[in-house]
């Protein structure tokens, strides 16, 4: 998923910067800023606090893009704008409690679209519509997902904003992948790509769209073209300094060396996803990178290392309210179980993953769950 939060134009070239990637050039030019306004409370220090918050945020320092927004908002409370406190709330739903606690961002994303709903500011509330989806995208909950993407886009499209359009059109591939519809989502992703490439975008989104892209195509086992794409998304990283995203990157590295069966290349990915995933405290993260190399530890027949990992990752996405992967570890842990003859110990988690996997409509997922289901019934193997 990606987010639409931006604050209002500052002086500038601080922002432009920010949208090229150009990161350390970006906070030197806010770092003058500040120095200018010498902690004065304005709309100006609160533009430049939302600013370098989403730029220490892109970069993995959540710590001080949270004071940052916190900052933020004091101001804008202070100073009763609504516009500000708006923004404030988006960019604390929507990039930073979004990592770790998706009921809270969808409060914030709420406020913040009543806000601009108060106001009439159509921008403002398309973003809140998109980032509300991204929160409901997070917890699974991919109908409700649909419907604030799409009614973000359709604000985005009525006041002709392309490049808010190219991400929440990015956004619906994330839908499309995850209910199995791999063609729709690759078409989203590399129509985002191609419209982004004409309009001019960030390293980041670039990076982005080429990690998408590059996990459809792991999911089609198109592995040497994932592999092209998958670095190409570094690549941005690295140019833009990115940081948020390399737990996400490297996991799929993880899984794409797993299935070329290169094992000693995926657990070093998968390793270093795990530690950025950590460092950066984005359970999400941890818990799918968990699951990858619990994958890689059944393919050396580690069992005992493999359970412990995949019920780790379940309790991670669990509590993170991650319906989708953590259905998705539920299904992992069900196919060790059964090729240990423990298919007792598979029954119940199945059950739940297919009742999400049904939910969801995510038919890649569901026929493996059916699959196993049948498999048990027929009573092919014991409870070890």
Not at 236 to 256: I, T
Request: net charge negative; glycine share 8%.
């Amino acid at each position: 998923m990606i987010t639409t939060q931006k604050p209002k134009a500052v002086a500038g070239t601080d922002e432009r910067y920010e949208q090229q990637g150009e990161y350390a050039q970006a906070l030197d030019w806010l770092d003058k800023g500040f120095t200018a306004l010498n902690g004065s409370t304005s709309l100006e220090e609160a533009e430049l606090s939302l600013l370098a918050g989403l730029i220490n945020a892109r970069q993995g320092n959540f710590v001080r893009a949270r004071e940052l927004c916190e900052r933020g908002l004091q101001v804008g409370v202070a100073l009763n704008d609504i516009a500000v406190q708006a923004r404030t709330y988006n960019l604390l739903g929507g990039i930073i409690e979004l990592r770790s606690d998706s009921s809270r961002a969808l409060e914030r994303c709420k406020e913040s679209l009543r806000q601009y709903e108060q106001i009439g500011n159509v921008y403002g509330q398309a973003t809140s519509h998109n980032l509300i989806a991204n929160g409901y995208f997070a917890r699974g909950e991919l109908s409700l997902a649909d419907v604030h993407y799409r009614q973000s886009l359709d604000l985005f499209t009525q006041i002709g904003h392309v490049y808010n359009q190219v991400l929440v059109n990015n956004n619906l591939g994330g839908i499309a992948i995850k209910q199995g519809r791999l063609a729709a989502a690759l078409g989203y992703y590399q129509q985002a790509t191609r419209q982004l490439t004409q309009i001019g975008g960030s390293l980041w989104v670039l990076g982005a769209l080429h990690l998408n892209i590059g996990s459809t195509l792991i999911q089609r086992m198109e592995l040497d073209a994932a592999a092209i794409e998958l670095q190409r998304a570094l690549d941005y990283f690295e140019q833009g300094q990115v940081r948020d995203l390399l737990p996400e990157l490297y996991g799929l590295f993880a899984e794409l060396r797993w299935r070329q069966n290169d094992l000693d290349s995926a657990d070093d990915y998968g390793q270093r996803s795990l530690a950025l995933a950590r460092e950066l405290e984005t359970p999400r993260e941890e818990g799918h990178n968990l699951r990858i190399i619990g994958e890689i530890a059944l393919a050396r027949q580690q069992i005992d290392e493999a359970e412990r990992y995949f019920q780790a990752s379940y309790t991670l996405l669990h509590e993170a309210g991650d319906d989708y992967e953590s259905a998705r570890t539920q299904l992992a842990l069900a196919r060790l179980y059964m090729v240990t003859d423990r298919a007792e110990l598979a029954r119940s988690g199945l059950a739940e993953a297919a009742e999400i996997f049904s939910r969801l409509g995510a038919q890649l997922d569901l026929p493996e769950a059916q699959r196993l289901i049948a498999q048990i019934q027929r009573g092919g193997l014991v409870d070890g």
